[in-house]
Antibody, heavy 117, light 110 residues
Framework: EVQLVQSGAEVKRPGESLKISCKGSGYRFPFYWVGWVRQMPGKGLEWMGVIYPDDSDARYSPSFQGQVTMSVDKSSSTAYLQWSSLKASDTAMYYC??????????WGQGTRVTVSS | QSALTQPPSASGSPGQSVTISCTGTSSDVGVYNYVSWYQQHPGKAPKLIIYDVNKRPSGVPDRFSGSKSDNTASLTVSGLQAEDEADYFCSSYAGTNNYVFGTGTKVTVL
């Protein structure tokens, strides 16, 4: 069974850094793209980008290019999403997700990030 | 890439049908037969209920159906049940590992 298990909720101050994780299991992690989706409070879903674990090829949606960094650790089957300097507007739920061709087939449970002074 | 447009809300009584529209452009919904729909209950992750316009994953009731015409896709929930009350998001494949989502529709079962 494919599972994506994400790290727990985070509360941070503006300007702080953060790295959240997503551990894949039940499939050959290096050979399937892993994506990230943002959902701001009370809002819709936004596709942030994807990364291919085998060679760390990362593709960012234009809105998120330069704002976040995706990375992976193949040895632990874990994908990461990180910020170097958080803003209040980064407050959101973040989902990791595994595309299955034409659709997003698998979702993590979500990591809530709250940025507040 | 702009979000696909959905009505903010829809409602129906138990047993009735509700249809949600999802309007895109000739660069996403109009060019690909790759529209998917997701159901999201409060505090939960989205769940795939329709893919490739009108296909249902295993375990999704046949009360859920999808269709598409030109740049607009639709999700119909027939025989509404209390547990269908949720947010629904459409999505279109937009080329190589890129996806665009809809603005979301809150379905209320009266």
């Amino acid at each position: 069974e494919v599972q994506l298990v994400q790290s727990g909720a985070e509360v941070k101050r503006p300007g702080e850094s953060l790295k959240i994780s997503c551990k894949g299991s039940g499939y050959r992690f290096p050979f399937y793209w892993v994506g990230w989706v943002r959902q701001m409070p009370g809002k819709g879903l936004e596709w942030m980008g994807v990364i291919y674990p085998d060679d760390s090829d990362a593709r960012y949606s234009p809105s998120f290019q330069g704002q976040v960094t995706m990375s992976v650790d193949k040895s632990s089957s874990t994908a990461y999403l990180q910020w170097s300097s958080l803003k209040a507007s980064d407050t959101a739920m973040y989902y990791c997700a595994r595309p299955v061709g034409s659709y997003v087939g698998y979702w993590g449970q979500g990591t809530r990030v709250t940025v507040s002074s | 890439q702009s979000a696909l447009t959905q009505p903010p809300s829809a409602s129906g009584s138990p047993g009735q049908s509700v249809t949600i529209s999802c309007t895109g452009t000739s660069s996403d919904v109009g060019v690909y037969n790759y529209v998917s729909w997701y159901q999201q209950h409060p505090g939960k992750a989205p769940k795939l209920i329709i893919y490739d316009v009108n296909k249902r994953p295993s375990g999704v009731p046949d009360r859920f159906s999808g269709s598409k015409s030109d740049n607009t896709a639709s999700l119909t929930v027939s025989g509404l049940q209390a547990e269908d009350e949720a947010d629904y998001f459409c999505s279109s494949y937009a080329g190589t590992n890129n996806y665009v989502f809809g603005t979301g529709t809150k379905v209320t079962v009266l």
